[in-house]
């Protein structure tokens, strides 16, 4: 079984300031992790994956992640936000087994003000 | 490049009505997904194909058949819709279903069932 729960529905950042956004993961085997961005009435748009290697990862506009093994952990982080940055985001985990079954996570609220 | 596109974007319907939701991409992907998103809830998968031909369920399938037309193509049917079937409905493909490819998302459906 695969499971994934980002535990605030709502994030609030300044302009400028650091941001993060938690994403914790429960899988039997090795995971594929990913965020993903929807802005309203729109589709998600992928914004980076974890495969394997390096534990940091960067991805579109600035984003990166950090996967931690020992914590079950891939939070989404960016050094300075922006307004433009306010949407919903997703995580998800796939059990690298377990083909085309991902499963998301309940979404986090971004909102970044000026 | 349209990437995924979906149709309708928006219908209403009565408990009991039939519809189909269509999704197409143009990214020679062999996998196709069909989700729907509920707020507070996340994607949840109802039907994906791994490549042509094949079809499997996802978390929540009663309710839906799917039909994989060609590489291109993959319909979503309601045969009976109930009022819980009142969803936004997003497919999206990926260049695979095993490996760790992303998905590209189309810009919804939103149903309603009265």
């Known amino acids: 079984a695969q499971s994934v729960a980002q535990p605030e529905d709502q994030v609030n950042v300044a302009e400028g300031n650091p941001l993060t956004v938690k994403c914790t993961y429960s899988v039997s085997g090795n995971p594929y992790l990913f965020w993903y961005v929807q802005y309203p009435n729109r589709g998600l748009q992928f914004l980076l994956k974890?495969?394997?290697?390096?534990?940091l990862v960067k991805g579109s506009y600035g984003f990166e992640a950090e996967f931690n093994k020992s914590q079950t952990s891939f939070h989404l982080k960016k050094p300075s936000a922006l307004v433009s940055d306010s949407a919903l985001y997703f995580c998800?985990?796939?059990?690298?087994?377990?083909?085309?079954?991902?499963?998301f996570g309940d979404g986090t609220t971004l909102t970044v003000k000026p | 490049n349209a990437g995924v596109t979906q149709t309708p974007k928006f219908q209403v319907l009565k408990t009991g009505q039939s519809m189909t939701l269509q999704c197409a991409q143009d990214?020679?992907?062999?996998?196709m997904y069909w989700y729907r998103q509920d707020p507070g809830m996340g994607l949840r998968l109802i039907y994906y194909?791994?490549?042509?031909?094949?079809?499997d369920k996802g978390e929540v399938p009663n309710g839906y058949n799917v039909s994989r037309l060609n590489k291109r193509e993959f319909s979503l049917r309601l045969e009976s819709a109930a009022p819980s079937q009142t969803s936004v409905y997003f497919c999206?493909?990926?260049?695979?279903?095993?490996?760790?490819?992303?998905?590209?998302f189309g810009p919804g459906t939103r149903l309603t069932v009265l």
């Open positions: 990214m020679n992907h062999n996998s």
């Open positions: 999206a493909s990926s260049e695979s279903s095993g490996g760790g490819d992303e998905q590209f």
């Open positions: 998800a985990v796939r059990q690298n087994t377990n083909a085309g079954k991902s499963t």
């Open positions: 974890y495969i394997t290697g390096d534990n």
């Open positions: 194909s791994a490549s042509e031909g094949t079809t």
